[in-house]
């Protein structure tokens, strides 16, 4: 995409003819696009950015090619300051991982300064058929013993929830709610129209 700029050409459509926008990323070139995205905003843009953990070592494991999460904090920081609709993605939750109340703390804290307008948060991990055994041959890479504690843990579930998601639930809304940040998003309402006759 830094190459390429599919995504601001589509961008640039998506502004020409007025439509809304909701972008999902994890990625800090989103910058780049920011003041195409600030034109569609007179319709309706968002940005929501994944993090699923303040510690930038831990999502070079857990997210190799991504942009560390300080970089996306960065993202949130500016989007927020040039105002544009801007907000944190907090899922997945890797059981065991990265699901700790105090590494929920820590992203919170990070998250906070950077004036999210909503952060949505699931603590959980979701595992397909195949996307399991990748999963599993990662772990045993880089997390050596995890794969048989998830297999104890979730046998062949689908959804994992996090052991810990009470408690994180529980922080989560206690730290959020008295700081006002919404944990959903705000949604595209179009303008009301008068409705024709049909006669």
Known sequence: EREEGIIREALKIIAHHKFPVHIITKSDLVLRDMDIIKEISRIYAAVSITITTADDALAKIIEPVSPPSS????????????????????MPLL??????VKELKLLLEQAIEAKPDYIMPAFALTLREGSREYYYKMLDRHFPGMKERYIKEFGNSYNCISPNARALYETFYKITKAEGIPDRMRHYQPEETEQLSLF
């Not at 059981?95 to 700790?100: A, E, G, H, K, W």
């Open 95 to 100: 059981p065991f991982i990265n699901d700790s």
């Open 71 to 90: 970089h996306r904090f960065n993202a949130i920081s500016v989007l927020s300051a040039n105002g544009i609709y801007t907000g944190i993605t907090l």
